[in-house]
């Protein structure tokens, strides 16, 4: 590959807009299927998701495309609901995955 054609294909990738930022908003949370589905709507998890919280880690780690940011709406509330073992389940998660994507945010309201 010549030096010209290197230099052509680092002035194309800088001219790329952001990609747009997708949010998922966590609302009205009663069962962990709530989550799930509010999640596989806003985010796009791919089909073969497995719906359980080993999954939903490898998916928002992985699988699906940044920028993203998931705001959870009363999710003290949701706390009861869920019970502790998702509720802690899925803030590990969430946390987990945003510290380790620059790419993903977290807001607990």
């Not at 989550?35 to 992985?62: E, K």
Request: hydrophobic content about 40%; aromatic content about 8%; charged content about 30%.
């Amino acid at each position: 590959m010549s030096m010209r054609t290197s230099k052509r294909r680092r002035m194309k990738a800088v001219r790329r807009p952001p990609a747009p930022l997708k949010t998922c908003e966590l609302t009205h949370i009663h069962s962990i299927d709530d989550v799930y589905d509010q999640l596989q709507i806003a985010l796009h998890l791919p089909q073969y998701f497995g719906r359980n919280l080993d999954a939903l880690y490898d998916s928002l780690s992985a699988d699906v495309k940044g920028p993203y940011r998931i705001v959870w709406h009363g999710h003290a509330r949701s706390a009861i609901e869920l019970g502790e073992l998702y509720y802690e389940g899925l803030l590990d998660i969430f946390r987990a995955v945003a510290s380790e994507r620059d790419d993903v945010q977290l807001e607990l309201d």
